[in-house]
């Protein structure tokens, strides 16, 4: 098996509704997301995925977000936009796109900060 990991950032506000503390307030993070998708499989050059093709599906996503008040995005009026729920429908949006059959997406990680994170995987 073959775990194959790329690394993405970007800047974004959001607020959290119903939160009882200081998130409930608008404010920003810079978040890393990391995806990790798997196979058993190489291709006749030895590669299982290139990188280029997984980071250009992970920023297609990602540029939605990007420097947006994510709570004011329409995907975001019925769940708050919390890392877990984040992680949650990036790892969808990237399964949609990558899982092949042979390459699956395995997890999302998304750390708003250095100390803070969640990770989402599906078995």
Do not use: W
């Amino acid at each position: 098996m073959f775990d194959i990991e790329i690394r993405r950032t970007f800047s974004a506000a959001h607020q959290l509704k119903g939160y009882d503390g200081d998130c409930r307030n608008l404010h920003g993070h810079n978040y890393n997301v990391i995806a990790v998708v798997r196979t058993d499989k190489l291709n006749e050059i030895g590669i299982a995925l290139d990188f280029k093709k997984l980071k250009a599906a992970l920023d297609g996503i990602l540029d939605g977000y990007d420097h947006k008040n994510l709570s004011e995005l329409p995907e975001y009026q019925e769940l708050n936009p919390t890392s877990e729920v984040m992680a949650m429908k990036i790892y969808r949006r990237l399964s949609d796109i990558v899982n092949d059959g042979t390459v699956k997406v395995r997890s999302i990680r998304i750390e708003e900060s250095s100390s803070s994170g969640c990770t989402y995987f599906e078995e």
